[in-house]
């Protein structure tokens, strides 16, 4: 906290002005800084996947996928643990409880779904690059892909990555739910490389630019901020 004091010295801002931004912030303080770093050259991440095969013959061989990325940001070298409840254990929360209702009360798509719980989303969307790169179903017989990231907290107002078919039946049945959403251009998440390669998708977040409510990518991401009702929102709209 000292040093970031320092380094916003004459800027006119504070701690506590400061949240995710996606412009730089000139400052007019010059530091040199000497940090150990640890480098690792290799990784294993890992997807898990559950298949729900369709019921109509005529579509069984068709495939819809849902997902969300269960990784977050690890733990400071103190212990602190960025556990990640909106970002994006929310997603994972939703997509278990979909698989779980359907289950509970026999309900079997007639198209075959997939439920995927990416890796490797925080550091370059790694593991749903890695799907699309080797999926398991043709990508040729994906008909469409939602992902749910951040759903769990956020503004009063869900947003749908605009375009395509799977964003336009989104809204279509947002309205049906009298659910405020808003078309945006959501841009980066693990649906970004099924777009990249042709497949109709979109994701779901409570989230309306960088406006209150809005808690990740910082340790306080943590469970005291989950609103229940928005992810039963955000499940009953998927």
Not at 115 to 143: C, N
């Amino acid at each position: 906290q000292e040093i970031v004091e320092d380094l916003l010295a004459g800027s006119g801002l504070g701690i506590d002005d400061l949240t995710v931004q996606y412009h730089a912030q000139p400052l007019t303080m010059r530091v040199r800084i000497d940090v150990p770093l640890y480098y690792v050259q290799n990784a294993v991440g890992r997807n898990v996947l559950g298949v729900l095969p369709g019921s109509d013959p005529d579509g069984v061989q068709q495939v819809f996928v849902l997902g969300g990325h269960y990784d977050h940001m690890g733990a400071d070298p103190d212990g602190t643990a960025w556990v990640g409840a909106n970002d994006n254990a929310s997603g994972i929360v939703v997509l278990l409880e979909i698989a779980r209702l359907w289950q509970e009360y026999g309900y079997v798509p007639k198209r075959t779904v997939l439920f995927a719980a990416w890796d490797g989303e925080e550091i370059g969307l790694f593991g749903s690059q890695y799907y699309v790169d080797h999926p398991r179903y043709p990508l040729e017989d994906t008909v469409g892909m939602l992902q749910l990231d951040m759903v769990g907290a956020g503004t009063e107002h869900l947003a749908i990555d605009a375009g395509g078919l799977v964003a336009d039946q989104s809204l279509a049945s947002a309205n049906l739910l009298d659910l405020i959403v808003r078309p945006q251009s959501l841009g980066r998440s693990d649906h970004a490389p099924f777009v990249g390669a042709g497949v109709p998708a979109t994701a779901y977040i409570w989230w309306d630019g960088d406006g209150p409510g809005v808690v990740y990518h910082v340790p306080e991401d943590d469970i005291a901020n989950i609103e229940p009702d928005k992810l039963r929102a955000a499940g009953v709209l998927a």
